[in-house]
């Protein structure tokens, strides 16, 4: 099946700071999404995003289908954006595969 | 709110019993998945229903099944439970199969703890 990779896979930052998260996926797919696993354990869609730009306030999403890779941006960061980033994207029809996730601390 | 609906959200549960866990999927929406998240671990499919049929398997237990119903609910089945079945499940529900360009959207979860 599909192989979903995030990087970093850990990142701690300060309060107000950015960061760029990259997820890589091995086959060409026709969607992909970022979902924040917040500390109380709920999976909250942030974007649905097959291709090009989005942005929803602070957060913004590039996906660049055919190089196989999604960006999810977070700017001025602030401690409730802490928590564990997936992307998703469709395996061959079946299901959705989810990457490892990135765990983001922010300390204030 | 995602609109899809699981419950409960927490069981405690003794080695060895069954327990059965339910989820409403968003309204007109045809497929349900169910993942399984062990303690600070990924996600990983077990299975995915569309409009009443399985569609697709994961690594998911022969003590587990699940089904889904007319109305579209789904009930995921758990029995002879281990401790390390102690995990949080998610359903998840799409308009369309995974291989569309459709969204995926998650309920809260049922945590369960095997003691």
């Known amino acids: 099946g599909i192989q979903v990779e995030q990087s970093p896979p850990d990142l701690i930052l300060q309060e107000g700071a950015n960061s760029t998260l990259r997820c890589n996926f091995s086959d060409s797919v026709n969607n992909l999404q970022w979902f924040h696993q917040n500390p109380w354990g709920q999976l909250i869609n942030l974007f649905y995003i097959p291709s090009g730009t989005k942005q929803n306030g602070r957060l913004s999403a590039t996906t660049v289908a055919t190089e196989r890779y999604s960006l999810l941006y977070i700017s001025s960061s602030q401690t409730t954006d802490s928590g564990v980033y997936f992307c998703?994207?469709?395996?061959?029809?079946?299901?959705?595969?989810f990457g490892p996730g990135t765990r983001l601390s922010v300390l204030p | 709110d995602s609109g899809v609906t699981q419950t409960p959200k927490h069981l405690i549960t003794a080695t060895g019993q069954r327990v059965t866990l339910r989820c409403s999927p968003r309204s007109g929406d045809l497929s349900v998945y169910w993942y399984q998240q062990s303690l600070d671990q990924g996600l990983q499919f077990l299975i995915q229903?569309?409009?009443?049929?399985?569609?697709a398997k994961g690594n998911i237990l022969e003590r587990f099944s699940a089904q889904q119903f007319p109305d579209l609910h789904s009930e995921l089945n758990l029995s002879s439970l281990e401790l390390g079945d102690s995990a949080l499940y998610f359903c998840?529900?799409?308009?369309?199969?995974?291989?569309?360009?459709?969204?995926?959207?998650f309920g809260q979860g049922t945590r369960l703890t095997v003691v």
């Open positions: 998703a994207v469709p395996n061959y029809g079946q299901n959705f595969v």
């Open positions: 229903y569309y409009n009443g049929e399985e569609r």
């Open positions: 998840a529900s799409s308009a369309m199969s995974a291989g569309a360009n459709t969204e995926a959207f």
